[in-house]
């Protein structure tokens, strides 16, 4: 069974997954117009490369796979526009209900067996390389350009400690493992050391890990989730977009509670009595019930005797 943690970082993976999804069949319902927006085929591109990310670093290798392909594809859109034909469309269609059905087996009953994504990789495998030989096709010959060295590099180191990081949570609260995170922090901070914003982000999480107090079932889900859309963000060029979440910021310096105030005891009604005896009885018979009365006539009595 699943540990609460596990549950946690699983449901978010699955949350963000599905809001990329539905990115990604935007862009590809109508890509001729996609295709006229530079951003909007960056936002295609980010969506694969996150869902890519967070897949790995969960270890659903199937997942993984089938959205590198789109990361691939994407990339190649990016760097060198092509004319949209039908057939273009048609397989990147195919190939997204691959990613689909693989994002939504996650939350079926018994969750997404390795042996079946593994099987759907296998079979959408096709698809994806006569995507990727089309799409060169299109471009007169001219492949993808490879990713840059030092990009590989990053996206690799950050994925294995962002795993390293999943696994020290899942080994329960203790000392040593919370200066072991502290220290994988700091190797992130190493990859992108003059990114102000990404430093600021680690270094607040630090913080936060450090705080006895924040138990690692409160730790993981936000840690990971703000590293993990950071990191996307970095390896993206989209540096300049990252921040420090609110959950994370509380984790830190927690809001102020408001101080409990004792509500002042009622005061105490009063009425005022005439001295003349009769209108001081009229008084009486109209502040008091019936057995109030009974009750001051036996205090009277009792005082005058």
Not at 57 to 66: H, P, R, S, V
Not at 123 to 132: D, G, I
Not at 200 to 228: E, G, M, W
Request: with cysteine; net charge neutral; glycine share 4%.
């Amino acid at each position: 069974m699943q540990s609460v943690k596990q549950q946690q970082i699983l449901g978010y993976f699955i949350e963000e997954a599905k809001e990329h999804l539905d990115t990604i069949e935007q862009g590809l319902v109508d890509l001729a117009a996609t295709m006229a927006d530079s951003e909007r085929v960056n936002e295609l591109f980010r969506a694969a490369h996150s869902v890519k990310g967070g897949a790995a670093m969960l270890g659903f290798d199937g997942i993984q796979k089938t959205a590198h392909h789109f990361e691939d594809c994407f990339k190649i859109l990016k760097e060198h526009p092509v004319k949209i034909d039908q057939r273009l469309e048609d397989l990147f269609l195919k190939g997204f209900d691959t990613l689909k059905e693989l994002i939504e087996a996650l939350q079926s009953p018994f969750g997404l067996r390795e042996e079946d994504a593994q099987q759907a990789f296998s079979e959408a495998e096709p698809t994806f390389q006569e995507l990727q030989s089309y799409l060169n096709k299109l471009i007169a010959g001219k492949g993808a350009s490879p990713k840059s060295a030092s990009s590989q590099t990053a996206a690799t180191q950050i994925t294995a400690v962002l795993k390293a990081m999943l696994q020290l949570f899942k080994q329960g609260d203790s000392q040593k493992g919370r200066q072991q995170l502290v220290a994988l922090c700091n190797r992130l901070i190493q990859i992108s050391s003059t990114t102000e914003n990404w430093v600021k982000l680690l270094q607040t999480a630090q913080r936060a890990i450090a705080n006895p107090k924040n138990s690692y079932v409160t730790l993981a889900p936000v840690v990971i989730k703000d590293l993990k859309q950071a990191s996307d963000l970095l390896l993206t060029g989209s540096a300049n977009k990252i921040s420090v979440s609110e959950n994370l910021k509380n984790l830190v310096n927690p809001p102020a509670q408001p101080a409990k105030t004792t509500p002042a005891p009622a005061a105490k009604q009063q009425i005022s009595i005439p001295l003349e005896p009769r209108a001081a009885a009229r008084s009486l018979l109209e502040a008091f019930n019936k057995s109030e009365l009974i009750e001051i006539a036996d205090f009277i009595m009792k005082a005058i005797q």
